[in-house]
Structures are given as structure tokens and as C-alpha cells.
């Protein structure tokens, strides 16, 4: 991106137009954003079924901080980059994976050292606007999402910025050095200067503007959306399910005296946020922690339940409930039986058929939405990192042979479709020293004229992009 003029509309009744230049050389070398044509965050389109009572019932957004495009947009590059870990190893995204529903398959994840482990699963992140209670973390810890979005920079295990390390006494002077947020922040809030609350604010507006709207279950709901009926026709079979997944939708929202599991009373349609006052689900006998669910949107793409990830199959969490619900002061009443019989609460025991517990396991995975974990403005937005180039597991499988190169060598990649794809050579400094477009899946690079030493080979095209460290003898 150039210099870029922002024409900025002053005022509607002098309709006089002031020039602003804004430089963001830092930001053009470091990232792929287009400053002037910032993605939609502030104003997501909401189907038809995400009328003003869901906002009223569900919204955490407060009022002094709105999603806006310039804040979620500072809040994607915060989340991507690898530099609010102490070692430059790990973000955000590391353990919250776009193509995942924002969590990571691992139980538990791995931090920045690259052995310990997180006291917790990784919890989804679409949706997390719409937990009306706005506590954050498992245990609900954290009072919102603001103050939550700056805990695993400061976590000793996920990020390793703790007060034995600085904190963020040693993190903001880190940014201030990198060349992209003296300009970001400025682009947002005014002025170049770094806060911790500054962070929070923009990371939060990131993670609100991750709304799910768009599953085959948001598609069959507006299909037969009608606020005149009960539930707003919730209940009505759904066009584009199969009749399988219809009678899960059946099971999901029917409480167990009326011939249902009882899910909707707690994990709330069409958010499937948790509802408020609601308690643990009874997994451990004796329970005292009351634990939250994240929103149940993309539940089926993580492949690892619960606060602790001891599932790894929907089919077992099912089981849990249909069969397995234990009995301590944290468990929900709506999992116990009516009290009053001999011998103190007894868990419900919902005696499905297998067909049923299926039908639940099907409807389950209508709530993934493959718009919100492909959407590009929720995707990496480094196009360089500040400690070498970006390296994308992608498949190109690049091979060099022989690596160390005397007088040529032979690359080959993955190339199926037979795409064209840039190759080049770049010296540690940064200047090409060869390249060629190639649609094969093979190329030869002649070292004649190439000073000895370290240079990298990049494949890249189609959004991808691939290195490999090559030693010229
Ligand atoms: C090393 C892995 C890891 C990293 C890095 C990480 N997280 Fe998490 N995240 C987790 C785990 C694990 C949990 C659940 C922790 C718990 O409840 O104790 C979690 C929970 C959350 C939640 C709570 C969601 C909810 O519904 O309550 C949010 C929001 C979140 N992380 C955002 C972030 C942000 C923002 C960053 C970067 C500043 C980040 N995470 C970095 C692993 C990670
Ligand atoms: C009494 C409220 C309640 C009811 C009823 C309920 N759940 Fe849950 N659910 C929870 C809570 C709380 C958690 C978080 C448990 C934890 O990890 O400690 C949870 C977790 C889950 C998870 C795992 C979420 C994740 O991110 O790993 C799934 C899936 C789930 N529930 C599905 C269901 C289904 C299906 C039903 C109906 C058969 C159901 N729930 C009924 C409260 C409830």
C-alpha cells in the first residue's frame, strides 16, 4: 500500500473535506491489510432469526466498547503475532485455530517452552459475544472478555510474560520497537502509545466480531422463521435437515419430562451460548466448581469435550448425559431428579435408544460454520514475521536436493493441480537473488554467481507460501 489520503467528512453541513496523511510503512512490510479498505467487523450481517430479542438476551458487547473495524482489526494482528509470547513461539491463534472453531484438538495445549501444558482445554472462541453472563474461562474466572484477552500473555505456561518475567512492563516496550503497532495504535486510538488496556480493548472487539450465523443449522432456522409462533418456530422440521437431524433438533430442545435430552435448557438456540444461571453438568462426583460452556457453534470440529478434555467423541459426551451425570453441590438441578426421594438428589438418567442418542450426535454437528472458520478476515494477517518469514503448513512438501547446493540442485514440491507458483532465493538481506514462475512440480536452481552462505527458498502462490533454509557451498 502507498501513502495513503484519507478523506475524512467533517462536518455534513459545511461538507468540507480535510486531508489526513497517514504513513504505515511499518505495517505495509509486516502485514497483508489494506488500510484504506478495512473488512467489516462493526457490522456483521445477522440472519433473520438474530432478531433484537437475541441481542437483548445474549450480548455482552458493553458500551464503551463497540466492534469497530479499526480496533478488531488491531486486535487480528495482536492475535496473530507470536511476539506477545516471551520467546516469540506462540499467539493466540496457536492454540485457537481458525479452522477449528478457534480451539485446538489437544486435551490440553501446549505453551510457549514447548512443554508445559494448560491447566484447561482450549475453548472455541465464535460466539463468545453471545455468553450473556460475560464471564470468561472455564471456571469463570475472568469478569469479561476484556479482562480475560490479556491473562495468557501474562499466563507463566502460554505466553510466559509473567511478573517474574516483566510483564507487560517488558512486553510494551517489545511492541513499541515493532515497526507496525506505533502505527496501528495511533490508526485506532489517536496517538502511538502502547496500554495494557489498549490491548484488551481491541483483542476484545476481535473476538466479538466472531459471530456464527452461518451453519446448516442458521440456514434451516431461517427458513422457517416465524416470531408468531412459539420458540419463533424453532420446533417447525427444518427443510434442509435430514430427518435424522431433525429429530435431534427434536431431542436437543424438548426437556426430559416431555420426551427430550434437555440440552436447550442450558446451552441457549440460536446462539447456543450458555444460559445464564446455569450450573456444572455433573461431570465429577462431588463437584464444586461451577464451570461454562463455551457456545456449542463448531463443537464438532475440535474433537476433544469438556472443561478438561476427557471426550474425544460426541457420541461420549451424549453418553454423559444420557447415562453418566454424577451428583455433587455443583451440579445443575435440571440433571438431578425432582428432590424429595430417599437417599438425596439422584442424577437423571434419560434412557435413550441409540437411534437417539445418534439423532442428538447428527444435530450436534449441524452447528459448524464453515463461513466463520474460512473467513478471510479472521485468518493469519502476517505476510512476514518480524523474526524471518512466515512458514505455512500447506503441502507444498518442498524437498531440495542435495541441500547444501554446490552447483545446482533440484526442487521439487507438491503441485496436483499443476497451479503456476513463484520461486524465488533470498539472501539474509532480503534481496532476491533468483526467480521463476513454475506450474510444473519441479525446478532446477544453477548456483553460478551465488556467494556462499544461508540464503532461503520461497514457493508461494495462491495464498500459500512456503521456506526452506539452503546452504550454497
Ligand atoms: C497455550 C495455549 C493458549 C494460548 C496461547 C492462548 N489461549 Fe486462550 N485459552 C486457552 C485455554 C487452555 C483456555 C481455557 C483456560 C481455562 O479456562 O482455564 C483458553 C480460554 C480463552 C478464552 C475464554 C473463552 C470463554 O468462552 O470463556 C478466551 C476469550 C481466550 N482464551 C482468548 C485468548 C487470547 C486473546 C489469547 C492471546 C492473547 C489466548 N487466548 C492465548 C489456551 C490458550
Ligand atoms: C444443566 C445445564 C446443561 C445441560 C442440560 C446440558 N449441558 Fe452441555 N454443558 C453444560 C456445561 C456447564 C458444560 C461445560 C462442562 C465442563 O466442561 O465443565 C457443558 C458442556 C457441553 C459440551 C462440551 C463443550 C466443549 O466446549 O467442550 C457439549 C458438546 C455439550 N455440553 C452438549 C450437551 C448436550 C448434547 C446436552 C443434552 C443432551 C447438554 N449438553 C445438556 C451444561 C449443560
Not at 506462540?90 to 489437544?106: E, K, R, Y
Not at 460475560?134 to 476484556?146: G, N, Q, T, Y
Not at 447456543?272 to 464438532?300: M, Q, Y
Request: charged letters at 15%; one cysteine or more.
Amino acid at each position: 500500500m502507498k501513502k495513503t489520503l484519507l478523506f475524512l467528512l467533517m462536518s455534513m453541513s459545511l461538507m468540507a473535506a480535510q486531508v489526513a496523511l497517514t504513513d504505515f510503512e511499518g505495517v505495509d512490510e509486516y502485514l497483508c491489510l489494506d488500510m484504506d479498505n478495512l473488512d467489516n467487523y462493526a457490522n456483521p450481517t445477522f440472519p433473520v432469526h438474530y432478531g433484537p430479542p437475541v441481542f437483548a438476551a445474549f450480548d455482552n458487547t458493553p458500551a464503551d466498547n463497540a466492534v469497530t473495524d479499526k480496533g478488531a482489526t488491531l486486535g487480528r494482528v495482536l492475535f496473530y503475532d507470536k511476539q506477545l509470547s516471551i520467546n516469540n513461539t506462540v499467539a493466540c491463534a496457536s492454540c485457537h485455530m481458525q479452522a477449528l472453531g478457534f480451539t485446538d484438538t489437544a486435551a490440553l495445549s501446549t505453551g510457549f517452552d514447548g512443554v508445559g501444558l494448560t491447566g484447561a482445554h482450549s475453548m472455541r472462541l465464535g460466539n463468545a459475544r453471545f455468553y450473556p453472563d460475560s464471564v470468561m474461562f472455564w471456571d469463570k474466572r475472568a469478569a469479561d472478555l476484556e479482562a480475560q484477552s490479556t491473562q495468557p500473555i501474562q499466563n507463566e505456561v502460554e505466553m510466559g510474560y509473567d511478573a517474574a518475567h516483566g510483564g507487560f512492563d517488558t512486553l510494551i516496550p517489545k511492541l513499541n520497537a515493532l515497526p507496525y503497532y506505533p502505527e496501528l495504535f495511533e490508526f485506532v486510538y489517536g496517538d502511538t502509545i502502547i496500554t495494557e488496556e489498549r490491548i484488551q480493548l481491541a483483542l476484545a472487539q476481535f473476538i466479538r466480531s466472531m459471530v456464527s450465523v452461518n451453519s446448516k443449522f442458521d440456514t434451516g432456522f431461517a427458513a422457517v422463521f416465524n416470531p408468531q409462533q412459539p420458540g419463533a418456530n424453532i420446533g417447525a422440521n427444518f427443510p434442509n435437515f435430514t430427518a435424522q437431524e431433525n429429530r435431534g433438533k427434536t431431542l436437543f430442545l424438548a426437556a426430559p419430562n416431555n420426551g427430550g435430552a434437555g440440552c436447550a435448557g442450558c446451552h441457549a438456540p440460536p446462539t447456543f451460548g450458555l444460559n445464564t444461571n446455569v450450573n456444572s453438568n455433573g461431570l465429577d462426583a462431588g463437584e464444586t466448581i461451577i464451570f461454562k460452556s463455551p457456545s456449542l457453534k463448531n463443537i464438532a470440529l475440535g474433537g476433544t469435550f469438556m472443561h478438561d478434555g476427557r471426550f474425544t467423541t460426541l457420541a461420549e459426551v451424549v453418553e454423559h448425559y444420557n447415562s453418566g451425570v454424577q451428583v455433587g453441590p455443583a451440579t445443575d438441578a435440571r440433571l438431578l431428579l425432582p428432590p424429595g426421594g430417599p437417599g438425596g438428589p439422584q442424577p437423571i438418567r434419560l434412557n435413550l435408544v441409540a437411534a437417539d442418542k445418534a439423532a442428538l450426535v447428527a444435530f450436534l454437528q449441524t452447528l459448524t460454520d464453515n463461513v466463520l472458520i474460512a473467513d478471510a478476515k479472521f485468518s493469519d494477517p502476517f505476510c512476514k514475521t518480524a523474526t524471518g518469514i512466515k512458514e505455512v503448513a500447506n503441502g507444498f512438501d518442498l524437498q531440495v536436493y542435495p541441500n547444501p547446493v554446490q552447483n545446482a540442485a533440484t526442487i521439487r514440491f507438491a503441485n496436483p493441480n499443476a497451479s503456476t507458483y513463484r520461486l524465488s532465493l533470498t539472501d539474509l538481506s532480503g534481496r532476491t537473488v533468483w526467480q521463476q514462475a513454475n506450474n510444473t512440480s519441479e525446478a532446477q536452481l544453477h548456483t553460478d554467481g551465488l556467494a556462499t552462505g544461508l540464503y532461503i527458498l520461497v514457493i508461494e502462490g495462491n495464498g500459500n507460501k512456503e521456506t526452506r533454509k539452503l546452504i550454497v557451498e
